[in-house]
């Protein structure tokens, strides 16, 4: 009995220590962040481009393992891609971002009818209406290759240190040196990079692979407040320009730091989505390619007239491309134009129907959208910061209602021209801090954003439940218990 019971103990002991070095084989095996990233590069690109990142650039990347956080824009597409195929990483996703960006940058250098072909792949493979024209393509390519080699490797570091901005290693590390200067930590991803490329540079890895003139350089592509996609899509008014025009007059930015910060930003959205898909560039397709070069345009005449009203001129030309430059009522044609930048529309179809959207806005909102918009466009960052995530909750509304611009208009205008009343309301009664944005980013939820339009959460005066964080800007409708009748 004795014998049995020990013959038994010793089996569970066996199967017990059998089972752990499985179980450790299996831990062994499993990859670390650096080589899913590495595999990541070898199986996407195969053999040309296997080496396209260095052993330091890996483990700087590895900084995204753990990151959470994603823009509702981001997360939309996210969602989009769980459907299509497994669950994955959300950091690897904003790696292929990265990778993606990285890629694009190579082929623009490389230049010619083969690193053309590569580029447009993905977009062939969406099928877009607009694809980015063999001249278009050469025309980014000749701002790439006319760079020196400190200018280049300074353009891939920063293109992979705005990947990593805000990911955990970076607050940890920053945190502690902007606290000894009695700074506060920034929020905003463009400014978190201008920060600490300022204040503590060498808290990245990478950033000590630069030479002297290298690091000049990336200084370059990292000036406070001055966001080019925020300028693309007229998210603010003129105070987005104030940093350039300052820098201006006191003489600290000439046109070559404008053509590299231009190219800082041309990489940057070369990637945008490109997690969908990182073989070339999803996102830069010839439309995009129109309103860069345009702004950039205006930017290169801002720099010898820093006095001229940059964006009007932008606008002026937006509406222009969605046939709507002879409508007589110039407040109106300015509004549209805003509206044409952040829907990302470039066609005379689609400015007709932005104006039936905003036609079909009862006219004494109209009166109030109309007011209160012009008269932000003179507003400096200190009368009123930039808003943010305002693309993402229009974007995210027209994806919700199947490419139905009237609709998007007539519904959402109205909202985003409230919540923004209530944010400067909240400006002249002090109750929130001066340098805090209107953030748009939890209201362009994609769950939120259908609630919406179903009507789910319209209270019974007719106005939506929307609160405004004082803390953070950021704008949310008030929770009820409510199901949203999405079908």
């Not at 890895?205 to 630069?210: A, C, I, R, S, Y």
């Not at 937006?318 to 930048?341: C, F, I, T």
Request: glycine share 4%.
């Amino acid at each position: 009995m004795e014998i049995r019971k020990f013959s038994k103990l010793i089996f569970i002991t066996l199967t017990v220590l059998t089972s752990f070095y499985v179980s450790s084989q299996d831990l062994c095996t499993i990859p670390t962040f650096e080589q899913q990233i590495q595999a990541f590069v070898s199986e996407t690109y195969k053999e040309s481009y296997s080496t396209l990142l260095s052993e330091s650039e890996i483990k700087q990347l590895a900084w995204l393992k753990g990151n959470l956080y994603q823009t509702n824009e981001k997360n939309v597409v996210y969602l989009e891609l769980m459907q299509k195929e497994p669950p994955q990483d959300r950091a690897l996703q904003e790696v292929k971002r990265a990778i993606s960006r990285i890629y694009n940058l190579e082929l623009l250098k490389q230049g010619g009818p083969e690193a053309y072909k590569a580029f447009i792949f993905a977009q062939q493979a969406a099928k877009l209406p607009d694809i980015l024209s063999p001249a278009s393509f050469e025309s980014l390519s000749k701002n790439i290759q006319q760079l020196d080699k400190d200018a280049y490797q300074a353009l891939r570091v920063a293109t992979l240190l705005s990947s990593v901005t805000l990911s955990i290693p970076a607050k940890e590390q920053a945190a502690p040196r902007l606290q000894a200067k009695g700074m506060p930590m920034p929020v905003d991803s463009v400014e978190f990079m201008a920060t600490t490329i300022d204040h503590c540079p060498d808290i990245y890895p990478l950033v000590k692979t630069l030479s002297e003139q290298g690091f000049s350089y990336l200084k370059m592509a990292f000036p406070y407040r001055t966001h080019f996609r925020h300028m693309m899509y007229t998210e603010g008014g003129l105070g987005m320009f104030e940093a350039l025009k300052n820098k201006i007059q006191a003489k600290q930015l000439d046109q070559a730091a404008l053509g590299f910060w231009y190219a800082y930003w041309m990489i940057n959205i070369t990637g945008f989505r490109g997690h969908l898909n990182p073989q070339g560039s999803v996102y830069l397709s010839e439309n995009t390619f129109r309103a860069m070069t345009t702004l950039k345009t205006f930017l290169d005449e801002y720099i010898q007239n820093p006095s001229s009203n940059i964006l009007r001129k932008y606008l002026e030309a937006r509406s222009e491309w969605v046939g709507l430059g002879a409508v007589k009522n110039k407040d109106k044609q300015l509004v549209l134009a805003h509206m044409a930048a952040m829907l990302r529309l470039y066609t005379h179809e689609s400015g007709l129907a932005l104006l039936q959207g905003f036609d079909a806005i009862p006219e004494s909102i109209q009166n109030k959208i109309l007011i209160q918009y012009t008269s932000s466009l003179s507003l400096t960052q200190a009368q009123e910061p930039t808003p943010t995530y305002a693309p993402a909750l229009f974007a995210n509304a027209l994806d919700a209602l199947k490419g139905d611009i009237v609709q998007t208009v007539k519904i959402f205008l109205p909202i985003y021209a409230s919540t923004l009343e209530n944010y400067r309301n909240l400006r002249k009664e002090n109750k929130i801090a001066p340098n805090i944005p209107l953030n748009f980013n939890s209201l362009a939820a994609a769950p939120i954003v259908k609630m919406i339009i179903n009507d789910a959460s319209m209270d019974k005066r007719g106005v939506l439940p929307i609160e405004i964080d004082p803390k953070t800007g950021e704008a949310k409708l008030v929770e009820r218990d409510l199901v949203p009748k999405v079908p």
